[in-house]
């Protein structure tokens, strides 16, 4: 079993800051990438931004130079993951869910794995 537990959403000024965090358990035999899609009502759920095993990071343009995606490696996997977002807009809220293309140890198989979802609210 994999799972991916998300914290740290909550309601946020606008210019405000959040920190979001990912945690990653189970039996993992490889990530290859680990990051956040988000999802606002009516809309389709789109990449927010993705780390690599290789530490290469991908921002969608909506959130360049606000967002940083940075993780903790245990044992040379990188299990847990975190988005900084500051300077945050209104255009920003969604249910923001995390993400992980990984390798499990139960069928050896290449999946997508995805949290249960966290809201974040940006509003005065």
């Known amino acids: 079993q994999v799972q991916l537990v998300e914290s740290g959403g909550g309601l946020v000024q606008p210019g405000g800051s959040l920190r979001l965090s990912c945690a990653a358990s189970?039996?993992?035999?490889?990530?290859?990438?680990i990051g956040w899609y988000r999802q606002a009502p009516g809309k389709q759920r789109e990449l927010v931004a993705t780390i690599t095993s290789a530490s290469t990071t991908i921002y969608s343009d909506s959130v360049k130079g606000r967002f940083t995606i940075s993780t903790i490696s245990r044992d040379n996997a990188k299990n847990t993951v975190y988005l900084q977002m500051n300077s945050l807009k209104p255009e920003d809220t969604a249910v923001y869910y995390c993400?992980?293309?990984?390798?499990?140890?139960?069928?050896?198989?290449?999946?997508?794995?995805w949290g249960q979802g966290t809201q974040v609210t940006v509003s005065s």
């Open positions: 993400n992980s293309d990984l390798i499990s140890y139960s069928d050896y198989a290449r999946k997508r794995y």
């Open positions: 189970g039996s993992i035999s490889s990530i290859y990438a």
